[in-house]
């Protein structure tokens, strides 16, 4: 992932383009067993995802802007209603690789910085757009499940 973001690689325009709703996940390839996936994701300026984990292991690479990572630690199921606690943040910026989504228990959220969008190239253990994984609400730890699906880069 390093050496392709230190290359001349270009993605084709329609993978880099935000939406104004929500951040986009185009998919570049999902392998025909959906055991891994590569997605184009794209955050608009100012746009922040929710507090989520993956369920799969991922690796993600800043192609262009940046973005702050913040990380928790998930509650045990012993004791629910409980608030996330906050485990640290990092700034990630064009050409940084990062392992993420190890382990179950990695939850986080992310946020675009700087006056223009953030796009990553993000590698999944699996069909991302297909997997049920968690949201979960830092106040009170409540989780509700969701499937994020894929985003068209035509934009239909």
């Not at 929710?50 to 800043?62: K, L, N, R």
Request: net charge negative.
């Amino acid at each position: 992932m390093s050496g392709l973001l230190a290359s001349d690689y270009r993605l084709p325009r329609e993978f880099t383009r935000p939406s104004e709703e929500h951040h986009a996940t185009y998919p570049l390839y999902i392998a025909p067993d959906d055991s891994w996936s590569l997605a184009s994701v794209v955050w608009n300026v100012g746009q922040r995802t929710p507090v989520h984990g993956h369920e799969t292991w991922g690796v993600v690479g800043i192609y262009s802007g940046a973005e702050r990572e913040l990380r928790y630690v998930k509650p045990a199921a012993s004791e629910p209603g409980r608030a996330l606690t906050p485990a640290g943040e990092q700034v990630w910026e064009r050409g940084q690789v990062t392992v993420c989504c190890t382990t179950d228990d990695d939850v986080h959220a992310v946020t675009a910085l700087g006056d223009q969008p953030t796009v990553g190239i993000h590698v999944y253990g699996g069909n991302i757009g297909t997997i049920s994984r968690r949201l979960y609400d830092p106040a009170t730890g409540a989780v509700r499940w969701f499937v994020s699906g894929w985003d068209s880069p035509a934009g239909e």
